[in-house]
């Protein structure tokens, strides 16, 4: 096991990778920007270093800052969590060539997995069944014009180097095409330095599904089953759940089978995410996140395994101390997302929270760095904490929820709690009906 683990992150998630090493019992060291002084993972980490001023450029992004922050420490592993440094291959490198444990996958499988035209080659070489599009990257009206003969319309035109929803358009009908091209193509380049683009089939009614994966990178890996990510906004994650109400044991079992398969193959180290939309029954591919997710505890609250205590695990060069057969899914899992936002019009709402409660009991988890008298800055993402619950069946976890969310209590700062407060009621989310798009027309069309 490591010696000391330096955790280069920040919020929720820094919290959460604290909470790991100390039940691995190893000391932590927590970097904050000055932004971050008082957060409650620099409180409760053994040692902490100021790394910067409150942008993340120069701070939870400086490699050099990070580095220094392990050398003075005398850490030994990196642990990423998601954003900032994650899944950044040179930043996994730097670590390696100065003796320091990166605790992800290596970095050739980040890089590889980074660039989605090369992931979607690599997961259809795999075996991995893939969005129907262009077989790479598409820079000319005429090459896309050809692509949209063989699959039709409507298509989206998609940043190679995409995260976080940014850097798709969907065209319509041939006339939306080069536009939705160029325009892409310029979103690319200003918002990942990369202009580079390809073109998939828009699926129309879609779900979101993934299947989260660990392997050990000595040709182990094992499924930990799906999680159902429908209800997005603007792409991004609101709600999610395990098991999908869309799949039965069969569709879970097999797509699970695929996955891990392909990862065994690899060698994959570490834990993953492969991500599909699902329509009409059929699983197809659209990337693969090389770091923990967002997300994550919904899959361990159906496995009780501890994805980030596996991670560390693994990253130090144990053997998988699972098989697939000793992975058990017990009961219903749902994580909401409550952000420091207005809950109708999702404008950030930074600031000094002033009364925090909460909720408790049986099945409930808050993965949150908030607490009251805590300041939320300006500078970075909304995301005030998770609520999961669990339930022996998805009823019981709607039931449960629906009480979670009623107790706890936010003061000082808005937040989405309201928005979670009326979906957890509705008639569609309580019988799983839901695809990629309903959220957004359901708000379009006044909640
Ligand atoms: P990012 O890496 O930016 O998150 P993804 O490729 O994971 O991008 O896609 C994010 C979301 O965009 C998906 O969950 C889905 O809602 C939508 N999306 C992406 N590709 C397609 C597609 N081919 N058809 C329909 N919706 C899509």
């Keep these: 096991m490591f010696d000391k683990i330096l955790i280069a992150n920040r919020g929720e998630i820094a919290l959460r990778v604290l909470r790991a090493c100390k039940e691995l019992g190893v000391p932590t060291v927590a970097v904050h920007s000055t932004a971050d002084a008082d957060a409650m993972h620099v409180r409760l980490a053994d040692e902490s270093v100021c790394i910067g001023p409150p942008p993340a450029r120069d701070s939870y992004l400086n490699v050099y800052s990070i580095l220094a922050a392990c050398e003075i420490t005398g850490a030994d592993a990196v642990h990423p969590g998601y954003g900032f440094l ?18 992800g996958p290596k970095p050739e499988h980040i890089r590889l997995m980074g660039d989605k035209i090369e992931a979607k080659r690599t997961a259809k070489k795999l075996g991995i069944p893939v969005v129907p599009g262009s077989e790479g990257g598409v820079t000319t009206d005429e090459e896309a014009f050809k692509v949209a003969k063989e699959i039709g319309f409507p298509l989206i035109v998609k940043a190679a180097a995409g995260g976080g929803g940014r850097g798709m358009k969907v065209a319509l009908t041939e006339d939306e095409l080069p536009l939705a091209l160029s325009t892409a193509r310029t979103e690319a380049k200003a918002a990942f330095g990369d202009d580079a683009v390809y073109l998939e089939k828009y699926l129309q009614i879609p779900r979101h599904i993934e299947v989260q994966i660990l392997g050990d990178g000595r040709g182990n890996a094992v499924h930990l089953g799906e999680r159902d ?25 097999s797509i699970g089978e695929v996955c891990a398969k392909a990862m065994r193959e690899m060698n994959y180290l570490g834990v993953g995410t492969i991500e599909f939309l699902f329509e009409n029954g059929e699983f197809y591919f659209i990337e693969m996140n090389t770091r923990i997710q967002v997300e994550h505890p919904v899959t361990e609250m159906i496995t009780e395994i501890d994805l980030i205590l596996e991670q560390i695990r693994v990253a130090s060069g144990a053997e998988l101390s699972l098989t697939q057969d000793t992975v058990t899914f017990n009961g219903h899992a749902i994580e909401c997302r409550i952000n420091a936002e207005n ?105």
Excluded at 95 to 102: A, R, S, Y
Aim: charged share 20%; aromatic share 10%.
């Design 229 to 253: 990510c429908s209800l997005q906004r603007r792409h991004q994650k609101v709600w999610e759940e395990s098991p999908s109400p869309a799949l039965n044991a069969e569709m879970r079992s």
């Design 86 to 103: 994650s899944e950044n291959a040179r930043f996994a490198e730097i670590l390696g060539e100065h003796k320091i444990h990166f605790i």
């Design 343 to 447: 809950a109708v019009t999702f404008q950030p709402s930074p600031g000094r929270i002033t009364q925090y409660h909460p909720p408790g009991g049986l099945g409930v988890r808050v993965d949150s760095a908030a607490y009251a008298g805590y300041t939320i800055p300006p500078y970075y993402d909304s995301l005030m904490g998770k609520l999961i619950v669990h339930g022996k069946t998805r009823t019981e976890c709607l039931m449960r929820l629906r009480r979670a969310l009623d107790e706890f209590v936010v003061d000082g700062v808005q937040t989405t709690l309201p928005l979670f407060r009326t979906l957890v009621r509705n008639p569609s989310i309580i019988d799983g009906d839901y695809s990629i798009h309903w959220l957004e027309k359901w708000l379009a069309s006044g909640g």
